[in-house]
């Protein structure tokens, strides 16, 4: 028998596992969660939290939902897995068929990946395959909004925040891309005059040199969590068009009815080049993630030279993923999703009012199901992890920002349940 063998797991999760942004040795509180149901987790210890994080915004149905549940047992039965070079399978085709169906008009080719990072570096891939087939191969590099986050692969990296974000120590290893402000203006703002002329002046000293714009459509995620003028976002697809640069929309975390509208493209009406999905594609359930794009897109790549498009994960298109997907997809329309998402907006915004006055708080913003009080100061993880642990609920900050983003199945005493422990933990944070 090993020594580990012998060592309790919180032990040796100390001693020999990687959590995300940790260090080995971390000294930030760990719980291990042993079950989870609807909207709560169950620690080892016997408490159980309230999840106000949806596992990082994707268990939108909550934890164990028999339906989800059940599409993974019977896609079990037939397959797990199946290459897809040269083979496909139906639960691909139905997915790939639904998402054409309900992604922004004019979105028709599907490409399944792993991950939100990985969809993120296909659809930077295809702009370059893109504009490397029409004879236009300076057009290398990309525009960003600061304050962006797109993933920790290497093109994903490039694409973030290269000063406020989390990627600085690669700074030097990472294709050098541009960046404009992000927009100031916030949602449903509409003075975005000096916000676009930025992105426009760097466009057009750029344009024989720039793929794409890559943006987070609305709600800025990990950057930040800041929410944006949807007249900002319809601009810059017009000036994409006009200078003739692809748009990327990144709906990795606000794809699936996170923001209020299916997708955040449908708050200013647009459809871009080339969209990213991911996180809540499962429902939480499964590592998946998807890059659409345009017939115009696919057809140019499809022309040119090698005439396809080099990518290809070995789990792509997973059977099992594609099964929950599918049943994650059909639960959300087949319930009033948008009067629920209006439910917990409303809830919400009366919740963290009181939060509002609190002299050390410097904004609170509300959009659909996400809830975010920035603090004029970075929090103190170690301690106030656990003052909302003591309190019964899942909570986990990142800088100044203490946020929500709740699973859509919260019940209404839950979910009050989450927002006073919030404005109280906010409250003590002044000291």
């Not at 939108?60 to 040269?86: C, R, S």
């Not at 997915?95 to 008009?105: C, D, F, G, H, S």
């Not at 989390?166 to 000096?194: C, W």
């Not at 003052?387 to 929500?404: A, D, H, M, N, S």
Request: charged share 20%.
């Amino acid at each position: 028998m090993k020594v580990t063998d012998s060592i309790d797991n919180l032990e040796f999760d100390y001693q020999h596992i990687w959590h995300p942004y940790s260090a080995m040795h971390s000294d930030l509180p760990m719980y291990e969660v042993v079950s989870a149901r609807g909207s709560r987790l169950k620690l080892a210890s016997g408490e159980e939290l309230i999840d106000g994080m949806s596992s990082w915004w994707c268990m939108i149905h909550g934890y164990n939902h028999p339906e989800l549940n059940q599409a993974i047992t019977d896609q079990l039965t037939k397959m797990a897995h199946v290459m897809f070079g040269g083979l496909t399978h139906p639960a691909a085709i139905a997915l790939a068929r639904k998402l054409v169906e309900i992604t922004p008009a004019g979105l028709e080719h599907v490409f399944f990946a792993d991950s939100g990072s990985v969809a993120v570096e296909v659809a930077m891939k295809m702009a370059i395959q893109y504009w490397y087939a029409k004879d236009k191969s300076r057009k290398q590099h990309f525009i960003a909004l600061r304050h962006g986050y797109h993933g920790d692969t290497f093109a994903a990296m490039s694409v973030s925040d290269p000063e406020t974000g989390m990627h600085g120590l690669y700074a030097h290893s990472l294709a050098k891309q541009f960046f404009v402000p992000r927009p100031e203006a916030r949602f449903a703002d509409t003075n975005i005059a000096n916000d676009i002329l930025a992105l426009e002046q760097l466009l057009k000293e750029k344009q024989d040199e720039v793929a794409a714009v890559i943006l987070e459509p609305i709600v800025q995620g990990a950057g930040g969590m800041w929410f944006y003028s949807a007249d900002y976002l319809a601009q810059a697809r017009k000036l994409c068009r006009k200078y003739d640069v692809l748009l990327i929309a990144d709906e990795i975390a606000t794809g699936f009815g996170r923001s209020g509208k299916l997708f955040a493209c449908e708050h200013a009406a647009i459809t871009p080049d080339i969209m990213c999905i991911g996180k809540a594609l499962t429902g939480g359930y499964m590592t998946l993630a998807a890059t659409l794009c345009t017939r115009e897109v696919a057809a140019v790549i499809d022309k040119g030279k090698p005439g396809v498009f080099m990518h290809g994960p070995t789990f792509m298109a997973n059977p099992l993923a594609c099964a929950v997907a599918l049943e994650s997809i059909r639960l959300l329309l087949a319930h009033n999703w948008q009067a629920n998402i209006q439910r917990i907006e409303n809830q919400i915004q009366h919740g963290l009012q009181p939060c509002r006055s609190q002299p050390h708080v410097a904004d609170v913003r509300v959009l659909g199901a996400i809830g975010v009080v920035e603090l004029k100061q970075p929090v103190d993880m170690k301690a106030i992890t656990r003052e909302f642990v003591k309190r019964g609920v899942w909570v986990r900050p990142f800088g100044k920002l203490v946020y929500l983003m709740p699973p859509y199945i919260i019940s209404d005493e839950e979910l009050a349940t989450l927002l006073d422990s919030v404005v109280e933990v906010v409250r003590q944070a002044k000291n």
